[in-house]
């Protein structure tokens, strides 16, 4: 069978300059035609293979590859690319190798080494025993580091810190080349006594043919008790060997906007006394100057009275500015060297023999960052980039409140009807949750050119990916109901333009609000305050959103159809952020997410609609990305969570009564089950577990068999068989059942799998939500109650039309769409308006009709439609 090429295309639409750290990236393939990614090859349109790597992600029911990760080196000149099957013999394998032996494992590509130590031989606390260029060592104990303190003193005073550094338990090959080589790191933070370990981490190293830089992701879980454990740091530190004179030492910080603070540890500008033109040209350039006895003896007899300067710091303590400063030596001041808004996350020393640098992704965005260079004078300098800064205020993750007196379910569900705060004492606790940072290490042979330089640190904080067309992923079928920008009727055009609109509106809130920080950086505010003209980041459950009704699957599915690269980089963030801090990843919560909140974990309705794979596995399959892979994997046994944290204690009618029973688990047929299916789908498809493929089979039957299907609302869940109880014959309905990732994973499930009484559950469902009281009333013998959020489910209808190729069900999705319900955008009268001094802090843009709730369900409810029932789309 011949498989067309499968189309790609740069995020940002044109190749880049050069692709120094290569890209790696996944591309689906069409169901039942390929059967092993041994059939894939990488080609220039138009031109020759291209070395690259392939393996499997996932597979269609049928055992056929379904998603394929994708890898190519370094590329001094990246054109336009296509994947193809069966065309041409590959080209020639890359050059990535990895050796294991008894007390190392080394990964090279003939560039650059790797050496990383096995702690089955002993005590390491070394992620990267040693970096090489060209067989000369660049860096040295590559580590982490951490600080921590037992109190934050309330009149802003310092307290006594402990030191940590990482111990390594575990070292782990996961891909050994041609192209692409993987090593994940595990381990502990441990005190330099010993007596304590917290903080577990999970750092992968990537190095790709052809590279001089090492893609790092670095993943800490916070697991400390928030009344008296203070992180006053965190970081990844290397010691640098430097072998050159102090002039010829050259240090490089990144700025903002394309700027560089570069200069040499001993400057020989400025001087009084002038060493030569090209001396000075030279050092200016970062390449070796000429012999001293070619300088002006004046300067050369006198180089020991010129100040070398061994410390420099950078720090960016906000969003907003960084400062850079110097000194010569531990003891002596601190001189200002600059400043600036958004530094950009980059700091390396070299000389003429070679050096080592560090990039931090999203630096400034995830404040506060530090970069540190230490005894640069000597023989060895000491490189930090802090993760969170050290000259920042000690985190704090104590809960924000006393509580209030909500001491119990009736006074918490008062405070849940004032500040929509769902509280619970103990609850609001930040332990098991996570954060992962991207960084980057560059190898250099000698100091690089500062153009060199920039073009590196823009890659860093904007990778250049290799992506799947718009028109290839909804011609495979992935990801249900949705299609490419189609703008072709004054109608669709105007719903378009509304989609676009949000999207923007959301991307300049997000830079005019500041929604930065450490713990913050990709997620939104969940709704407006019109009278401060602020999102409401201190009422209760009005703040941070934490993937209420699925802003998430929106901006991916924004991104699927139009590809648009400034909202894959949102989407993106979003994914890191809820993926990790919205989520627990150990501890009493494992596997279930936070509800929205003024602190991310701080809400009680620990629930798996916030920690449902179905808003991490688009990212995953566009991307290969193994940490969001490990976030799919470790939810496989999320279900066992019933047992423990009932998701409705607060509001269920039997709650006097009820107690978690193994045989009979209380399970929404919504939220629940939709989290569910969606993390035993990504299991099944990325890995083919049978436990969770017969889970996922086994209750999709029996929802088939309920005598009412998804209208039953709950069923009761044998967690030891994976099944539902299929007697329960009851109705009850809840708005928010489909509005977290429901519709999408039932309407794929449907096209991968054909589960007798699955499709007809599904169907009745959605033609009965928005049905008439009287088709209700026919069709179940009562009126549905519960019934809210219309505009959402008119996708609902438009299913069962598109389904049934009934238009007058197609017609009423489209009234629904347009018509009046709860938290509408109605009719798309959107106004921006520019508030400005002294009404606001900052000036600002409001649309004073727009909530996250809204624009999610908004946004896919239209995305959804046109893709069903376009073609009834009045005029």
């Not at 992923?473 to 189609?486: I, K, Q």
Request: with cysteine; glycine share 10%.
């Amino acid at each position: 069978m011949t498989v067309s090429p499968v189309p790609l295309r740069w995020l940002d639409d044109a190749p880049p300059a050069r692709l120094g750290g290569g890209a790696t990236w996944g591309v689906p393939l069409p169901r039942g035609t390929v059967s092993s990614v041994g059939r894939l090859g990488l080609r220039e349109v138009g031109g020759d293979a291209v070395p690259a790597q392939f393996w499997p992600l996932a597979t269609w029911p049928d055992g056929s590859v379904k998603w394929a990760g994708c890898a190519v080196g370094a590329l001094e000149s990246p054109a336009q690319y296509e994947v193809q099957v069966d065309a041409a013999p590959p080209a020639s394998p890359g050059s990535v190798a990895v050796r294991d032996g008894a007390d190392e494992v080394v990964v090279s590509n003939g560039l650059v080494e790797l050496v990383f130590a096995r702690p089955e031989r002993g005590l390491v606390d070394a992620l990267v025993r040693r970096v090489s260029r060209d067989g000369v060592t660049v860096a040295e104990d590559v580590r982490l580091v951490s600080l921590l303190q037992d109190e934050v003193p309330e009149d802003g005073g310092s307290a006594p810190r402990r030191h940590f550094r990482s111990l390594v338990r575990a070292v782990v090959v996961e891909q050994r080349g041609p192209v692409r080589a993987v090593v994940r790191v595990e381990g502990m933070h441990r005190s330099e006594d010993g007596s304590r370990e917290w903080l577990p981490f999970t750092v992968r190293f990537v190095l790709v043919d052809g590279a001089a830089e090492v893609r790092v992701v670095h993943t800490v879980v916070w697991d400390g008790d928030a009344e008296r454990d203070f992180l006053a740091g965190l970081g990844l530190r290397a010691d640098v060997p430097l072998r050159a004179a102090l002039h010829d030492r050259h240090v490089r910080l990144a700025g903002a906007d394309g700027g560089f603070f570069a200069e040499a540890v001993r400057g020989l500008t400025g001087l009084r006394r002038d060493p030569g033109a090209e001396v000075r040209a030279a050092q200016i350039r970062g390449e070796a100057t000429p012999l001293t006895t070619e300088w002006n003896p004046q300067v050369s007899e006198r180089l020991e009275l010129i100040p070398a300067w061994g410390d420099l710091t950078l720090t960016q303590l906000s969003a907003d500015g960084f400062g850079i400063r110097k000194r010569t030596a531990p003891g002596h001041a601190w001189i200002d060297a600059g400043a600036g808004t958004r530094a950009e996350g980059y700091v390396a020393i070299s000389d003429p023999s070679g050096g080592f640098g560090v990039g931090v992704r999203s630096f400034w965005q995830s404040h506060p960052g530090q970069l540190d260079l230490r005894g640069a004078t000597g023989e060895r300098a000491e490189l930090t980039a802090w993760l969170y800064a050290p000259e920042a205020r000690p985190m704090d993750v104590r809960f924000y409140h006393d509580g209030l007196g909500q001491d119990d379910f009736a006074t918490q569900l008062e405070g849940l009807e004032i500040t929509y705060e769902d509280y619970e004492p103990g609850f609001g606790d930040a332990h098991g949750v996570a954060r992962t940072h991207e960084l980057t290490l560059f190898a250099y042979a000698a100091t690089p050119a500062i153009e060199e330089v920039a073009a590196s640190v823009e890659a860093v904080q904007r990778p250049p990916l290799l992506q799947p067309t718009p028109e290839h992923l909804h011609a495979v079928g992935v990801f249900g109901d949705w299609a490419p920008v189609d703008r072709s009727t004054p109608a669709r055009a105007e719903i378009e333009d509304s989609v676009d609109f949000l999207l923007d509106y959301y991307l300049g809130q997000i830079d005019q609000r500041r929604w930065y920080g450490f713990w913050n950086h990709g997620d939104v505010m969940h709704a407006y305050d019109l009278d401060r003209h602020v999102w409401r980041y201190d009422v209760g459950g009005y703040a941070w959103d934490n993937s209420e009704l699925s802003p998430d699957l929106w901006l991916w599915y924004s991104y699927l159809r139009s590809g648009r690269a400034d909202v894959f980089r949102l989407a993106e963030a979003m994914t890191r952020h809820t993926g990790e801090v919205d989520v627990y990843h150990l501890g009493r919560w494992q596997g279930l997410g936070s509800r929205h909140n003024v602190q991310h974990w701080g809400c009680s309705a620990k629930q798996l609609r916030i920690s449902s794979p179905i808003y991490r596995r688009i990212f995953h399959y566009l991307t290969a990305d193994e940490r969001v892979g490990d976030l799919l994997t470790e939810l496989r046994d999320s279900d066992t969570r019933f047992l423990d944290t009932d998701p409705t204690r607060k509001v269920r009618a039997d709650a006097a009564t009820y107690r978690p029973d193994r045989a009979a688990l209380a399970v929404g047929l919504g939220t629940d089950w939709g989290a569910l299916a969606a993390t035993w789908l990504a299991d099944w498809e990325r890995t083919g577990d049978e436990r969770s493929r017969d889970r996922l089979l086994g209750t999709m039957a029996d929802i088939g068999a309920l005598p009412h299907g998804f209208l039953t609302g709950e069923a009761l869940y044998d967690i030891d068989a994976g099944r539902f109880d299929t007697t329960r014959d009851r109705i009850a309905v809840s708005h928010l059942s489909a509005v977290f990732g429901l519709v999408e994973v039932a309407s794929e499930l449907i096209s991968l799998v054909d589960v007798p009484g699955f499709r007809d559950a599904w169907l009745e469902y959605c033609r009965l939500y928005l049905a008439s009281p009287e088709e209700q009333m026919d069709a179940v013998g009562q009126v549905l109650t519960g019934i809210h959020l219309e505009q959402a489910h008119s996708r609902l209808t438009a299913y069962a039309a598109a389904a049934t190729g009934d238009d007058d069900l197609a017609d009423a999705a489209w009234r629904a769409f347009e018509g009046i319900g709860e938290w509408l955008v109605h009719r798309r009268d959107f106004v921006l308006r520019r508030i400005e001094g002294p009404h606001v802090l900052n000036p600002v843009d409001e649309a004073p009709s727009v909530g996250t709730n809204d624009v999610a369900q908004y946004g896919l409810a239209a995305i959804q439609n046109l893709a069903l029932v376009g073609h009834r789309l009045p005029e």
